[in-house]
């Protein structure tokens, strides 16, 4: 009697094993609370009528059906016909619902929207939730379920929404024998050893995850390629994904090894102008889509940190995307191609090399290439511009590269809210058409009028019990999905409709918890890489700070390369008279961030070298101005700390103590940060660092002679 009135209070309070594990992510369906609104819901979903059975309405079935259970603690019944007020009825748009939704209004649903409508007929109230395809209802289905997790009323809809963006992936930067380059949350998901034999249910769950927020595709694999993927012995591994993936409306893509011709097709040469190569992948596209029909395409990294590629060979990167693109083509796939390339051996500031290549191909690449662009010039730091490539390149789809994992920014152990930065770049303007022609209009293809458009996150996800790592990495993979459907979505919003999913807690919760994530993004800001600064951090394993990293056998891999801290100053001067990578933007961002004096101060060095004794906004000189930053870093990770302490009643223990833990090492590695990146530079400063600090604990030596062994992610 006893454990049974535990049981139901546990399910009451909604702390099951699994609300507390994090493995429902935010699909944990709480049962609803206050007598007052389960009494709305159950009034206004009296039953259910699915009039038709394609395999992603079914999917869409289950999960209501899964979702109403749970959430209303009774199951709902299924009728073939309305039988009564309050019915819901749900299905891709037919004869029978155009009784209540007339066709013409389906229109603006394209082939992944849908329409919610309360409607009254023959007296009944119902709800009609319809789309033009089965991607849509699924799509649906979840926007009505994530309604009723927030609490919100469904009598009166009338929903229409569709993304804006179509390509919306995941990469997974997943290696065959299941290590995560830059992975921080366990091995890869995909068990290939057991596959196709046995399918983990975890890929469902999986899909679930991305279908809920809207992503329609994943790279399985990693850009470093391995081209046995291609081979028919993976090949069988990755249909068997494709299936489970497929009702969810998700597509697969693989990474393709520009090599592969040579590697596991035995010709000589991947020359993409030599006829026997282009006859082996428009073979090998055939032989992939016989396995998996609606296999997406290929996303390639070439002639970059080592990969092979068309210039290998003479050619360029039109001539290696056309060539796959081709193959791809009659079936419709796509080819991803990456924009991230720098030459060592080129002399000339690396954050200009990937423009310098690609704009002159601008207009040569086939119709099913987009091209892949981080959002930055370097590589995922914690704040870099925009990078120069949105906006240059009106007739090429662009699509937006982020990192959702956090190579930069304290792998899964510091809490960071990655919707911060994609706004902040998304909602960047480029002027490449005067302005308000932000990045995100370049990303949705509408300042050039482009069918296609795509939006890939690289994924922060592997086999921990909780996905992610951290228990906010959550929030990052949500977050991206959110922005990815509608990069004009606030990432306020995003963060609190995230919270509220997950921690189903009151309003004062949802208020300082969102704050709390804003504010994260610029704490590590501050503690790593204030005023501009990049690429600092540890050597090959990225881990911690390391501004002193020199003599490699790569400059553009050295910290020293990008801060050129002297006794005069520090940054990089990126102006005319330095660099004049700033000559790769419109010529309103170069007169703004031209000059010292009306550059926004967090892109200061990273385009200026600018003397410690410079006077900044604040009144404080540069070198004043860092120290300030680098301590204001850590404060904020006290106030992070402070604020997560006070909704201590409010989280479930186990969540609550494991993200306690980790803000104390996040706040340990963010002095680390602080003390060693303020001691190195001291001795190009050569100033004081002011009385009103706290002192550095260590001395620099030893902050250099720091050494790690077994890092995660490389
Ligand atoms: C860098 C990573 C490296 C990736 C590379 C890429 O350090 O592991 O392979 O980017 O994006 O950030 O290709």
């Known amino acids: 009697m006893k454990r049974f009135h535990l049981l139901v209070l546990m399910l009451i309070l909604g702390l099951g094993a699994r609300a507390k594990d994090g493995y429902d992510l935010w699909l944990n369906y709480r049962p ?130 569709r993304p804006k963006v179509k390509v919306r992936v995941l990469n997974h930067w997943d290696n065959l024998d299941r290590t995560v380059e830059r992975g921080y949350a366990g091995f890869s998901l995909w068990d290939w050893q057991r596959l196709p034999g046995y399918v983990d249910p975890r890929y469902i769950d999986y899909a679930r995850a991305n279908a809920s927020i809207g992503i329609n595709g994943t790279v399985l694999t990693n850009v470093n390629a391995n081209a046995l993927i291609l081979t028919p012995s993976y090949l069988e591994k990755v249909a068997a994904l494709a299936k489970v993936f497929r009702r969810y409306g998700i597509k697969v893509y693989l990474t393709a090894r520009f090599s592969a011709p040579i590697e596991i097709g035995g010709l000589k040469t991947a020359d993409p102008m030599d006829k026997e190569v282009r006859q082996w992948w428009k073979e090998k596209a055939d032989e992939i889509y016989r396995y998996v029909p609606d296999f997406g395409g290929f996303l390639v990294k070439a002639n970059s940190e080592g990969q092979p590629g068309p210039q290998n060979y003479g050619r360029n990167h039109a001539d290696g995307a056309n060539m796959l693109a081709e193959a791809l083509e009659p079936r419709g796939g796509i080819v991803m191609w990456r924009a991230f390339v720098y030459d060592n051996k080129v002399p000339t500031d690396r954050a200009k090399q990937a423009y310098t290549e690609f704009k002159p191909l601008d207009g040569q690449f086939r119709k099913n290439v987009l091209i892949q662009v981080k959002n930055g010039p370097i590589d995922f730091q914690p704040r870099e511009p925009f990078h120069p490539l949105f906006g240059a390149m009106p007739q090429t789809p662009m699509m937006m590269e982020f990192q959702i994992t956090q190579e930069y920014l304290g792998f899964a152990t510091h809490l960071v809210y990655l919707g911060a930065l994609f706004k902040e770049t998304l909602a960047a303007d480029t002027y490449a058409k005067g302005k308000g022609s932000t990045v995100a209009k370049v990303i949705d293809g509408s300042l050039d009028n482009h069918q296609l458009s795509g939006m890939a996150g690289v994924a922060n996800i592997g086999n921990d019990l ?100 002297d006794s005069a100053g520090i940054g990089f001067n990126r102006t005319a008279t330095g660099s004049n990578a700033l000559e790769q933007y419109a010529p309103e961002i170069r007169k703004q961030y031209g000059d010292i004096g009306s550059i926004p101060e967090k892109y200061l060095l990273w385009f200026h070298h600018v003397n410690w004794d410079q006077r900044l906004q604040s009144g404080r000189s540069l070198w004043e101005e860092l120290c300030f930053r680098y301590n204001l870093g850590v404060d904020q990770v006290k106030e992070i700390q402070q604020s997560w302490n006070l909704q201590k009643a409010k989280v479930d223990p186990r969540t609550f103590s494991e993200v306690s833990s980790l803000l104390a090492i996040q706040l340990k590695e963010a002095k680390w940060w602080r003390d060693a990146c303020l001691l190195y530079f001291q001795t190009f400063s050569r100033r004081p660092i002011p009385q009103q600090y706290e002192k550095p604990a260590h001395d620099l030596e030893f902050y250099e002679k720091q050494q790690f062994h077994f890092v995660p992610g490389i």
């Open 466 to 565: 909780n996905w992610t790592g951290h228990p906010f990495g959550q929030a990052n993979w949500y977050a991206f999905g959110r922005l990815a459907w509608n990069p004009y979505g606030s990432a306020e919003q995003i963060a609190e409709d995230w919270l509220k999913l997950t921690f189903a807690a009151d309003k004062d919760f949802n208020k300082k918890m969102t704050d709390m994530m804003m504010l994260s993004r610029e704490a590590v800001v501050n503690y790593m890489t204030p005023l501009g600064l990049h690429h600092i951090m540890g050597w090959d394993h990225h881990y911690g700070p390391g501004p002193w990293i020199s003599n490699k056998p790569r400059a553009d891999w050295t910290s020293v390369y990008y801060h050129k801290a």
């Open 32 to 161: 609803v609370k206050g007598a007052e609104l389960s009494l709305h819901y159950k009034n206004n979903l009296t039953e259910l009528i699915f009039p038709d059975k394609g395999e992603l309405v079914s999917s869409a079935r289950e999960e209501l059906r899964t979702a109403l259970k749970s959430m209303l603690g009774v199951a709902i019944p299924e009728q073939t016909k309305v039988s009564r007020s309050g019915a819901l009825m749900v299905g891709v748009h037919s004869a029978d619902i155009a009784r209540f939704i007339p066709a013409t209004d389906l229109k603006s649903c394209g082939d992944e929207g849908f329409l919610i409508r309360s409607v009254t007929s023959g007296g009944k109230k119902l709800t009609v939730l319809t789309a033009n395809t089965g991607r849509g209802i699924l799509y649906g289905v979840f926007a009505l379920i994530q309604r009723i997790q927030l609490g919100e009323r469904i009598d009166q809809l009338s929903i229409s929404d």
